[in-house]
């Protein structure tokens, strides 16, 4: 059984469009990320929702959004897409309070943007 | 939010030896968690070693241990009897347990040879 999984896992989409990232834990968790990975490999946070709730919001631009319909999604929609919105998506799931926490990542969506 | 250095863009070492890989943070807080990921070719995120800050006995996992200075906010990974596959991107990490903010360094590249 997949921790966290993501889909699609390869995304090729053309400039201006439109597309969605799933992400889903079984982990029961309540807390859940999207970070993006660059091409020098850096991890960016871009959003952290906890049990439903927007806790971080980086300074990523308005044509990302994060939906989260309930404690075990939180799905990643982009609009108008750029060349630069090419990247690795990791999402990740996390439990607050726990004494061995950690963060369980997704397997990650190469989004190439032409 | 907090801040996670890692110096050493690129390193490596030989078959069998010993690597040690450097991480500094910065935070106000005084209870959080550090973390090792490796991240190999499959770009599969995968937790090596935790360590809690309240906690003053260093972290180890059979060949990897840390050397926790919290006074001096560094968090380094040591890899003893280094194996060829322990190649892979490493990133040091920081979790504020209150919000479970994670922020990640920008990564060293740890490359193994025979």
């Known amino acids: 059984d997949t921790a966290v999984s993501q889909t699609p896992k390869y995304l090729v989409t053309q400039m201006g469009n439109d597309k969605s990232i799933k992400c889903e834990q079984n982990?029961?968790?309540?807390?859940m990320y999207w970070y993006k990975q660059d091409s020098k490999k850096f991890l960016k946070i871009m959003f952290s929702y906890n049990n439903k709730e927007l806790i971080i919001n980086e300074t990523v631009p308005n044509r990302f959004s994060p939906k989260s319909p309930d404690k075990a999604h939180l799905n990643l929609h982009i609009n108008s897409l750029e060349l630069g919105d090419s990247a690795v998506y990791f999402c990740?799931?996390?439990?607050?309070?726990?004494?061995?926490?950690?963060?369980?990542f997704g397997q990650g969506t190469r989004l190439t943007v032409v | 939010a907090q801040t996670v250095t890692q110096s050493q863009p690129e390193m490596s070492v030989q078959e069998a030896e010993t690597v040690t890989l450097s991480c500094t943070y910065d935070?106000?807080?005084?209870?959080?968690?550090l973390f090792w990921y490796k991240q190999p070719p499959s770009r599969q995120m995968i937790l090596v070693i935790r360590q809690e800050a309240y906690k003053q006995q260093n972290a180890t996992e059979n060949r990897f241990s840390v050397n926790f200075q919290k006074a001096a906010k560094s968090f380094s990974l040591k890899i003893s009897d280094s194996q060829l596959g322990d190649t892979a991107m490493y990133f040091c990490?920081?979790?504020?347990?209150?919000?479970?903010?994670?922020?990640f360094g920008a990564g060293t590249r740890l490359t193994v040879k025979p």
């Open positions: 990740a799931s996390s439990q607050r309070g726990g004494g061995d926490t950690e963060a369980f």
């Open positions: 990490a920081f979790m504020n347990p209150g919000n479970n903010d994670m922020r």
């Open positions: 982990l029961g968790h309540d807390t």
């Open positions: 935070t106000s807080e005084s209870n959080y968690y």
